[in-house]
């Protein structure tokens, strides 16, 4: 089944042509219309209540043609501004919270996610080791008034995990004109400080967008985590993170739980985020989440949780014909660039789809044991694609 996805217009998405979401938009449903001063910020492809996929020839959404929920949510994201300061719940807390305040946490599932980029990727991803973080409170003496001697003074001494989250509570708690100050004395005062720690340009961007916003100072708390296209990110229940800038493919579980606390005029539960968020750090380069090859062609990117994986498939144009074994899960399949015939079993006998930039499939459990990308009329530039299916790779 080809289908059409749900494009969500949040205020942090890029504007008009420049967002990847828009142009796969445009490519995938001849009804969109682009406008230039609106924002493209995400787009949608499964069966969350959110933002339902629809069956392109029926107009029937996917769940209604399933008759059942997926479990992941596949997405593109296109951002020109920060995401919030966040964390996803794990699934005890999320049945909690989804129990206790329905108004807020709408979920009641966990929401493990994978990032992988699309374009130079800018964000923030965990905590950083307490040793660095010592350094940047010594060196930006603003941010150090604003936590206190007293904190400051134990994280010196006792150089673990609680004690960042010691000082971490005091700052995101702070008084609101302490914060104001603080981040004013650090733009003035620290400059050659910001710019030999590469924090220069990240730290002005994220102040014009968002001024006078706590969740700026966690620049020096957190890792800066800098991807390059195919590299990606697993973000893991209570980790705490923040996209910055660029365009990726996003799984996730199927769930919309998010626990804010800074960059956001949305509610900001931070309370709730201290006593979720993991406080042990380690280096930025450790954040990146390397997939596994499979052959020439195609890679898998594989979690530590059963909800989904991601296939990237890239197949020169010089092959004719690529066959790729799968298992019986219902899978969906995004075109990025090139064109190929698709060929899948179904339940109406065997079936072919051309695949075109925008392209999104929904593959289903008929088409195991294996799909085909046939060479196309116009194959004359590079395939790529992603599917994201259930994650029956960790059986393997």
């Not at 003074?153 to 995990?161: I, K, M, P, S």
């Not at 220069?200 to 916003?213: A, H, L, M, Q, R």
């Not at 973000?235 to 996730?252: F, R």
């Not at 109406?348 to 695949?355: C, H, R």
Request: aromatic share 10%; with cysteine.
């Amino acid at each position: 089944m080809e289908l059409t996805g749900w494009v969500k217009n949040y205020d942090w998405g890029k504007n008009g042509i420049h967002s990847t979401v828009a142009q796969l938009a445009m490519a995938n449903d001849p009804d969109f219309t682009l406008n230039d001063k609106a924002s493209y910020a995400e787009m949608w492809m499964g069966t969350h209540i959110c933002g339902m996929s629809v069956v392109k020839d029926t107009g029937e959404t996917l769940d209604r043609v399933l008759k059942k929920d997926l479990p992941y949510l596949f997405k593109v994201l296109s951002i020109k501004k920060a995401l919030s300061i966040q964390v996803h719940p794990n699934k005890c807390e999320a049945e909690r919270l989804h129990r206790e305040r329905p108004e807020i946490y709408k979920d009641d599932n966990h929401k493990p996610e994978l990032a992988i980029a699309l374009t130079p990727f800018l964000a923030l991803v965990g905590f950083q080791p307490v040793e660095d973080i010592i350094d940047y409170i010594d060196e930006f003496q603003p941010l150090s008034k604003l936590i206190g001697k007293e904190s400051v003074d134990q994280l010196h001494e006792v150089r673990n995990a609680e004690g960042v989250k010691l000082c971490y509570e005091i700052l995101m708690k702070s008084d609101e004109k302490a914060i104001v100050k603080c981040l004013k004395d650090i733009a003035k005062t620290c400059k050659e400080e910001l710019k030999r720690n590469e924090l220069f340009e990240v730290f002005n961007t994220i102040s014009k967008d968002f001024p006078g916003d706590v969740g700026i100072l966690s620049l020096f708390f957190l890792n800066i985590v800098r991807l390059q296209p195919g590299q990606a990110i697993y973000l893991g229940a209570n980790e705490i993170h923040a996209y910055l800038d660029g365009d990726c493919v996003e799984c996730m579980s199927c769930s919309d739980n998010v626990i804010r606390a800074g960059l956001t005029p949305k509610f900001k539960d931070v309370d709730q985020l201290i006593s979720s968020v993991i406080f042990e750090g380690t280096e930025a380069h450790k954040k990146t989440f390397t997939p596994y090859r499979i052959d020439e062609n195609v890679q898998v990117y594989v979690p530590p949780v059963d909800d989904f994986a991601v296939m990237h498939v890239a197949i020169k144009h010089t092959l004719e014909n690529y066959k790729l074994q799968i298992q019986p899960f219902g899978a969906i399949l995004l075109t990025l660039a090139g064109e190929r015939m698709l060929k899948l079993n179904t339940q109406n006998g065997v079936k072919e789809i051309k695949l075109s930039r925008g392209s999104i499939v929904y593959i289903p459990v008929e088409a195991a044991p294996e799909i085909e990308f046939l060479h196309a009329e116009d194959c004359g530039e590079n395939f790529t694609a992603y599917i994201a299916t259930y994650n029956y790779f960790r059986q393997a």
